[in-house]
């Protein structure tokens, strides 16, 4: 995808990249002042000890009491990560043993395939099918399998599908029936849309703490993706372990980055509504010209079907190549990402809007 773009751009394109979800919207002003604060403390640049993330742990379980009604102990049951994506390669190391079974669902966010290999894992795959709103169907696992860990991320990347906390709650006894640790990977947790209400964002951590543990990050609901900064939390002895073992790894985040994070999990997310406006921009263009894809209640993507559409990684790199449209091919995420493409809403609706006129124009032909 990078050569194809570089060849568009050499050839006078101007690029509309829509192939990752990195928001384009300023972080909070509170997070902005707390880091100007910090940067003129000499204090903030020491390492960074457990007992200095308490601010952080404290303003992560207000967040998690307030949004979601979930009581957390600060001390035990919550740890800040380097972002989500750093959090879940860890806690992988941290829970399981080489060897082990996941279950990861297909498609997914494609760093979950590394994040098993690293810990030495056995992937038994979990179909996430649009007959069944993208949610896995716990009832096909073997009954023989005893997975060590099932991994789920809801509202989704790439599908855009959501999950209601029925679905959660049959999910985490369905886990503790086997021994399963359910981590639940949510940086969308703030991205409903308007109408859809934040009741389509549950937190797993609603159907009980233990055996769950769920990943937070400000990368997308506090447009902080280049800070890395989320924490995870819920079952307090999967924490543990993931302390440990990033006590062998990393210090935790810079002080600085720790006092803008919990500075902005004590407001109200804010600069949402422009995912929605982009989405209310793009749906109509796309069916338009006969592409299927359905009005996603929340995250910051589009899955789409382009009528016809057998190989989405020719087609993208096609895309990208000869219209500098860069999108993310749906084989990116998993076999059954295939046939469809994911446009993430990082650009204005003039900019979604031109995207699909190149791409009608260039047709399906790879
Ligand atoms: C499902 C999912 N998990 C994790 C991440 C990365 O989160 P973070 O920036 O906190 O590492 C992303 C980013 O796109 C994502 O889509």
């Not at 179909?127 to 860990?149: K, N, Q």
């Not at 819920?234 to 006092?259: E, M, N, T, Y």
């Amino acid at each position: 995808m990078n050569a194809a773009v570089a060849q568009a751009r050499a050839a006078g394109l101007s690029i509309i990249d829509l192939s990752i979800g990195s928001s384009d919207q300023p972080p909070p002003e509170v997070a902005l002042e707390a880091l100007r604060r910090a940067t003129r403390d000499p204090q903030s640049s020491r390492y960074p000890l457990f007992s200095d993330t308490a601010p952080l742990r404290h303003s992560a379980a207000r967040y998690m009491a307030r949004r979601f009604g979930v009581a957390l102990d600060p001390e035990t049951q919550m740890l800040p990560l380097i972002g989500a994506q750093e959090g879940l390669a860890h806690l992988l190391l941290a829970t399981t043993d080489p060897g082990d079974t996941l279950l990861l669902p297909d498609p997914c966010y494609p760093p979950y395939f590394g994040a098993a290999a690293v810990a030495g894992l056995k992937v038994h795959t979990l179909p996430l099918r649009p007959e069944h709103g993208f949610l896995p169907v716990l009832a096909d696992v073997p009954a023989s399998l005893r997975p060590r860990a099932l991994l789920l991320n809801y509202p989704n990347n790439p599908t855009s599908a959501v999950a209601s906390l029925d679905f959660f709650r049959a999910t985490a006894a369905w886990c503790r029936a086997r021994g399963t640790l359910l981590i639940h990977d949510h940086p969308y947790a703030e991205l409903s849309y308007a109408g859809s209400g934040p009741d389509v964002a549950p937190s797993a951590l609603q159907a009980g703490t233990e055996g769950v543990v769920e990943l937070h990050s400000l990368s997308k609901s506090h447009h902080m993706g280049g800070y890395r900064v989320g924490f995870a939390v819920g079952d307090a002895g999967a924490v543990a372990a993931l302390a440990r073992v990033k006590g062998a790894i990393d210090f935790h985040p810079w002080l600085g980055i720790q006092a803008a994070a919990a500075a902005a999990l004590e407001t109200v997310p804010a600069g949402l509504e422009v995912f929605q406006a982009r989405r209310d921009a793009l749906l109509p263009a796309l069916h338009a010209h006969g592409w299927q894809a359905e009005w996603p209640q929340a995250s910051m993507y589009v899955w789409a079907q382009p009528p016809g559409l057998q190989d989405s990684v020719a087609y993208a790199l096609r895309a990208a190549r000869e219209t500098g449209v860069a999108l993310a091919p749906g084989r990116a995420f998993g076999g059954l990402g295939e046939g469809y493409v994911r446009f993430a809403l990082v650009q204005p609706p003039e900019l979604l809007l031109e995207a699909v006129r190149r791409l009608a124009g260039m047709g399906l032909k790879v």
